[in-house]
């Protein structure tokens, strides 16, 4: 296992703050769908003075328990939009989770002087160990097989319910920070704890260009 660095670190801030930024960046895109009775809701849930707390969380103890409530926000935000509004709730947030991503690892791409496979898989697949997650990595030939056997979201989902939603928030997330990063990385992923496999199951390939 690598060394846990400063720089990585920093990389956990950075992905702490972004995951803390994004229920705001939800409840814009579901105003703008759907009109401001979300906000009310929204405030029903969590009040919006105890979601701004969530982002000046600094221990490790207040970070898991900021972010256990942010999942327990947005799951229940999204069960009481659906109730109302319908499937068109989906549709707004895999729009917003592909916005999101994209958003995040073209920027991590701009700051990263290569961006090959290993490289991805370093910035991506490296820190999970110590976010509480089980992975294994195996290089085959030119591709890269990632599984992981223990996900803290997917154990979540267990104690919180609202699985399918979860998928979206995090599992939806996995083909777009391989494109933002570089388009001529292929993901084909196999399986999901969250949808019920034993193991998630992922294989990270680079595009062959043919010959004329």
Known sequence: MSVF???????FDEGYARSMRFPGLLLTSFENEFGSSVLEKAESIVPKEKRSGWLAAEQEQERTAAYGEKL????????????????????VLRKTVAQDETDAWQTIAENESSHTLDDFIRLLWEPLPYLGFETQIE????????????????????????????????CG????????????????????????????????????????
Request: glycine share 4%; with cysteine; hydrophobic share 35%.
């Open 139 to 170: 290089k085959k030939e030119t591709a890269i097989h990632a599984f992981c056997f223990r996900c803290p979201i997917h154990e979540a989902s267990k104690l919180l319910g609202g699985s399918d939603w979860l998928y979206e928030l995090a």
């Open 72 to 91: 327990y926000f947005e799951i229940t935000l999204l069960e009481q939009l659906r109730s109302e509004f319908g499937d068109s709730v989906m549709d």
């Open 173 to 212: 997330r996995d083909f777009h920070n391989t494109a933002a990063f570089n388009p001529e990385i292929t993901l084909t992923r196999e399986k999901t704890l969250m949808q019920g496999d034993e193991h998630c199951e992922f294989i990270y390939d680079m595009k062959r260009v043919k010959n004329s």
């Open 5 to 11: 660095t400063e720089q990585m670190k920093e990389k």
